[in-house]
């Protein structure tokens, strides 16, 4: 009955945070600050304490019944909290079974590939659970803000029209498709951050000597862009939202609620794979019981 209720407190946490259709997508509806009815931080860390263990049993029968594999990604402005969400969403959950790639500037041989090339290597096998920080995704948003960077992909000049986006689009959702054809569910997550809280984490950064190291002028340049990349993700939230591979817009201006709503919808995803544990023929059992018996009568 407890493990009932918390699957569906998880679906009903997750699902106003749920673009399927993107074509009435507008960012300004969605509150970097909104915390739903959850009345507080502490209610918020409550909730996440008593699903202990419900992410990491769900994650072992992926593995153990190897048939389907789930893909998160994870896009965001600076400071939204990705690693964050990486570190404590998944602080249950057995290594071995999750694999986290984060995506930074192409390497001289990635580029000399198309664009999806790096990230389809490393796509999850099955059984497995794969998080991308950042991802395909930014070649229509850190790309297009800078469509300098496209001379850097090699493609031929007749390929770089004022087209190149949509088809980038249609190249994406192809692939989406195609994953989830091949038994890889995808689930993303754009980890929506005020401006007010970024400049706020920024100084935290500066001011506090233990997060110097997280600080970057390159990260401080690109605030400079911050309508470009609201225009960006909103375009791309609207062209490659769909029903089998939805974009998650949450709130991020509080990080525990960030890190409870994608917990949330993690848990409700794997639910919904009616996952379970392989059952054995009878001769696996067979052998499994004479296993028993040997050890049961071994001498010590």
């Given at each position: 009955?407890?493990?009932?209720?918390?699957?569906?407190?998880?679906?009903?946490?997750?699902?106003?945070?749920?673009?399927?259709?993107?074509?009435?997508?507008?960012?300004?509806?969605?509150?970097?600050?909104?915390?739903?009815?959850?009345?507080?931080?502490?209610?918020?860390?409550?909730?996440?304490?008593?699903?202990?263990?419900?992410?990491?049993?769900?994650?072992?029968?992926?593995?153990?019944?190897?048939?389907?594999?789930?893909?998160?990604?994870?896009?965001?402005?600076?400071?939204?909290?990705?690693?964050?969400?990486?570190?404590?969403?998944?602080?249950?959950?057995?290594?071995?079974?999750?694999?986290?790639?984060?995506?930074?500037?192409?390497?001289?041989?990635?580029?000399?590939?198309?664009?999806?090339?790096r990230?389809?290597?490393?796509?999850?096998?099955?059984?497995?659970?794969?998080?991308?920080?950042?991802?395909?995704?930014?070649?229509?948003?850190?790309?297009?803000?800078h469509?300098?960077l496209?001379?850097?992909?090699?493609?031929?000049?007749p390929?770089?029209?004022?087209?190149?986006?949509?088809?980038?689009?249609?190249?994406i959702?192809?692939?989406?498709?195609?994953?989830?054809?091949?038994?890889?569910?995808?689930?993303?997550?754009?980890?929506?951050?005020?401006?007010?809280?970024?400049?706020?984490?920024?100084?935290?950064?500066?001011?506090?000597?233990?997060?110097?190291?997280?600080?970057?002028?390159?990260?401080?340049?690109?605030?400079?862009?911050?309508?470009?990349?609201?225009?960006?993700?909103?375009?791309?939230?609207?062209?490659?939202?769909?029903?089998?591979?939805?974009?998650?817009?949450?709130?991020?201006?509080?990080?525990?609620?960030?890190?409870?709503?994608?917990?949330?919808?993690?848990?409700?995803?794997?639910?919904d794979?009616?996952?379970?544990?392989?059952?054995?023929?009878?001769?696996?059992?067979?052998?499994?019981?004479?296993?028993?018996?040997?050890?049961?009568?071994?001498?010590?």
């Amino acid at each position: 009955m407890k493990y009932r209720k918390q699957i569906r407190e998880s679906a009903r946490l997750a699902e106003p945070y749920c673009v399927s259709k993107g074509e009435k997508f507008r960012l300004k509806d969605y509150d970097p600050r909104d915390t739903g009815d959850v009345k507080n931080k502490e209610q918020g860390l409550k909730i996440i304490e008593n699903r202990a263990g419900l992410l990491s049993n769900l994650q072992e029968k992926l593995y153990a019944q190897d048939r389907w594999a789930l893909l998160l990604v994870i896009q965001a402005m600076d400071a939204a909290g990705k690693d964050g969400v990486i570190k404590h969403v998944m602080s249950g959950v057995n290594p071995q079974g999750c694999e986290v790639h984060a995506f930074k500037t192409p390497s001289a041989e990635e580029l000399n590939h198309d664009y999806l090339w790096r990230a389809h290597r490393c796509v999850p096998e099955r059984g497995k659970i794969g998080i991308f920080n950042r991802s395909y995704y930014e070649e229509v948003l850190v790309v297009r803000v800078h469509p300098t960077l496209l001379q850097a992909q090699k493609l031929p000049d007749p390929l770089i029209t004022k087209h190149i986006w949509e088809r980038r689009y249609e190249d994406i959702n192809a692939f989406e498709h195609y994953l989830t054809r091949n038994g890889v569910v995808t689930r993303k997550f754009f980890l929506h951050v005020s401006k007010k809280e970024q400049k706020k984490r920024f100084l935290e950064r500066l001011e506090d000597s233990k997060k110097n190291w997280k600080f970057s002028m390159a990260d401080v340049k690109e605030r400079a862009y911050w309508k470009d990349y609201q225009e960006a993700y909103e375009e791309m939230i609207q062209n490659t939202a769909t029903k089998h591979a939805p974009w998650y817009v949450i709130p991020a201006d509080n990080k525990w609620y960030t890190q409870l709503i994608v917990a949330s919808t993690i848990i409700s995803t794997l639910e919904d794979l009616d996952l379970s544990f392989p059952d054995l023929d009878k001769e696996k059992k067979k052998e499994l019981e004479g296993v028993r018996d040997s050890l049961l009568h071994e001498k010590d």
